[in-house]
């Protein structure tokens, strides 16, 4: 197999897990349904996602 | 016929963002076009953090560093007035000084010229089809997933507490950060005039070597001319200040949506987290992933996560940006290279949650937050970066 066909193989299966993934994880949790305000700011809710600052 | 790719390169970015609208609401969908924003934005100006500092820290070329710190003050800008008036809608990335930002911003560092890739470059090169890049990702949701685990063994070390310089009134820490900023990119001007005067001029044709660096750097096409090479002594290339607005632009529009700054890492610890879920973890009674918010973050789809949207959005939205002009372009890396990098991408995971987060979350978040954790990492993580650029040239490509 040479280079680009190796390129674009790897490409493939890493967007395929990725949508699978998000498929399957969605699946999994169907049950749990949120839905925020579009838009935090004039929410009236204080923010509360995980950040890597920790909160 | 370059425009019907580009349209389907559109459509699949569009049909994404509703279908994750449909999923996990209105807000989620919002934040998943802002990561095709900023996915685009970053391949497409080739914006790397790490890049910035190596071209630094190797050619005394300080356009990377200027483009980062006119980021900073734009994104704080925007931010830091938002914050203030928003009684609590909306919050900064704040964190402790501790013995763990210390240790953990030197390794991410280091690690992250080894991985040729900060959180934010490793998505959007992995996104774009770089091949070392692949390779990095999954030992980095690894390294995120049990470094968050860890965290509060890590934080209970000990240090200072949280230093909000937004407790002064938003115009004291814009002016602050300003700043901050402008001395970092006055000392990056400085230390580039002073190695011109010890040094004869650079070609002003970009040499073979040069192509070939641009090459691996993108790991793929790019909308940028590749014969946009600046090199120290030349003039600030476009590619970085149009960078440096659109991402501050986004950033205050993520910070609108979302309610809190962009950020990285924490989404990759959540996909570490799902998976280890799957395969028979249990976060019942982990320190980190146990407790609130994060365990509900576990709980909840992966689509209600902010920023496992944003981290999606920004993979596909590098992918469009490198496939705009035709097929990409890459290079395979070597073994020797492949290996490096993925143990790099192992401790640059962990090291990130040591230290609240990675270029994105705890630099540009922390002082665009005007919290001084923002620039303890930076120092930090610098120092780190001439640790890392010397291993880095050791390996070799």
């Not at chain 1, 066909?5 to 498929?23: E, Q």
């Not at chain 2, 576990?298 to 981290?311: F, R």
């Not at chain 2, 993925?342 to 994105?360: K, Q, T």
Request: include cysteine; proline fraction near 5%; glycine fraction near 14%.
């Amino acid at each position: 197999m040479n280079g680009k066909k190796l390129f674009r193989l790897v490409n493939a299966v890493f967007w395929l897990a990725v949508l699978a993934l998000v498929a399957l994880d969605t699946f999994d949790t169907r049950g749990v349904r949120l839905e925020p305000p579009p838009f935090a700011l004039g929410s009236g809710q204080a923010a509360s996602g995980g950040h890597c600052s920790g909160r | 016929m370059p425009w019907f790719f580009r349209l389907l390169l559109i459509a699949g970015g569009l049909a994404g963002v509703l279908a994750v609208a449909y999923a996990a609401g209105v807000r989620q969908g919002l934040l998943t076009l802002l990561g095709i924003g900023f996915g685009a934005v970053l391949q497409g100006a080739r914006f790397g953090f790490t890049t910035g500092w190596r071209d630094f820290i190797e050619h005394r070329d300080p356009q990377g560093l200027w483009a980062q710190m006119l980021l900073m003050v734009l994104a704080a800008a925007v931010s830091l007035p938002l914050i203030a008036g928003s009684g609590g809608e909306l919050v900064g990335a704040v964190a402790p000084l501790t013995i763990s930002l210390v240790l953990g911003a030197f390794l991410f560092g280091a690690a992250m010229q080894l991985a040729d890739g900060c959180g934010s470059g490793t998505l959007y090169k992995a996104g774009a089809g770089a091949p070392l890049s692949f390779a990095v990702l999954p030992t980095f949701a690894l390294g995120s997933f049990v470094g968050a685990s860890h965290q509060p063994g890590w934080i209970a070390l000990g240090g200072l507490p949280a230093v909000d310089l937004l407790a002064w009134g938003w115009p004291t820490a814009l002016a602050l950060t300003v700043a901050g900023c402008g001395l970092v990119a006055w000392l990056a001007g400085r230390a580039q005039a002073q190695s011109a005067a010890s040094q004869p001029a650079a070609s002003p044709t970009p040499t073979p070597q040069d192509a070939a660096q641009q090459v691996m750097r993108a790991g793929t096409a790019s909308f940028v001319p590749a014969a946009e090479t600046a090199r120290a002594g030349s003039r600030w290339a476009r590619r970085w200040w149009l960078g440096a607005l659109l991402l501050a632009a986004l950033y205050g529009l993520h910070l609108i949506v979302a309610g809190q700054p962009w950020g990285i890492v924490y989404g990759i610890g959540v996909w570490g987290a799902k998976i280890a879920s799957a395969l028979g973890w249990s976060p019942v009674g982990d320190p980190f992933w146990g407790v609130e918010p994060h365990a509900t973050r576990l709980a909840e789809p992966l689509l209600a996560d902010i920023t496992s949207v944003t981290n999606l959005g920004l993979l596909y939205g590098a992918l469009a940006a490198s496939r705009w002009n035709g097929p990409a372009d890459f290079r395979l890396p070597s073994n020797r290279r492949l290996i490096a990098a993925c143990v790099a991408g192992l401790v640059m995971g962990y090291s990130s949650r040591m230290a609240f987060g990675c270029n994105v979350g705890a630099y540009l978040g922390g002082i665009a937050s005007a919290s001084l954790h923002g620039w303890v990492w930076f120092a930090l993580a610098f120092a780190g970066s001439i640790i890392g650029v010397r291993i880095r040239r050791r390996i070799g490509s």
